[in-house]
C-alpha cells in the first residue's frame, strides 16, 4: 500500500526555520518524483519544491527560492523540506506527493501526481 506522511509543521515566528518530512511507504522514493505543495486558506493548492524524474533535478518556485531547500535520503524514504527564514506569507497546510511518470520541471504542478500524504500545518507569525 502506497502512504505518505508529512510531519514537522508547527508554529515559529518570522525569520524562523523548520524541516518538514515525508516519509514514504509501499514504494521507493528514489525513483519517483517527489513534490512540496501548500495551500494557505482561501488560495489555490501551489508547487513548492520538486525533485524531477528522470534525472533527480530539483525546482523551486520563485517565491521560496534561497530559502528552502528539499532533499531525498533514500536509505530513509523520506524526502525533506528545510525552510528558513520564514515570512507569515509561507503559512499554508503543506503536502508531499509523489508519481513515477516522467515530470522534469512539470513537477512543480499538482496534476501529474498519483499519491498524496495528508498535509502538515506551518505557521509563520509573531
Known amino acids: 500500500q502506497v502512504q505518505l506522511v508529512e510531519s514537522g509543521g508547527d508554529l515559529v515566528q518570522p525569520g524562523g526555520s523548520l524541516r518538514l518530512s515525508c516519509a514514504a511507504s509501499g514504494f521507493t522514493l528514489d525513483r519517483y518524483a517527489i513534490g512540496w505543495f501548500r495551500q494557505a486558506p482561501g488560495k489555490e493548492r501551489e508547487g513548492v519544491s520538486c525533485?524531477?524524474?528522470?534525472?533527480?533535478?530539483?525546482y523551486y518556485a520563485d517565491s521560496v527560492k534561497g530559502r528552502f531547500t528539499i532533499a531525498r535520503d533514500t536509505a530513509k524514504n523520506t524526502v525533506y523540506l528545510q525552510m528558513n527564514s520564514l515570512k507569515p506569507e509561507d503559512t499554508a497546510d503543506y503536502y508531499c506527493?509523489?508519481?513515477?511518470?516522467?515530470?522534469?520541471?512539470?513537477?512543480?504542478?499538482?496534476?501529474?501526481?498519483?499519491?498524496w500524504g495528508q498535509g502538515t500545518q506551518v505557521t509563520v507569525s509573531a
Open positions: 506527493a509523489a508519481t513515477p511518470k516522467i515530470l522534469f520541471s512539470r513537477c512543480l504542478l499538482n496534476s501529474p501526481y498519483d499519491y
Open positions: 525533485i524531477g524524474t528522470p534525472i533527480g533535478i530539483t
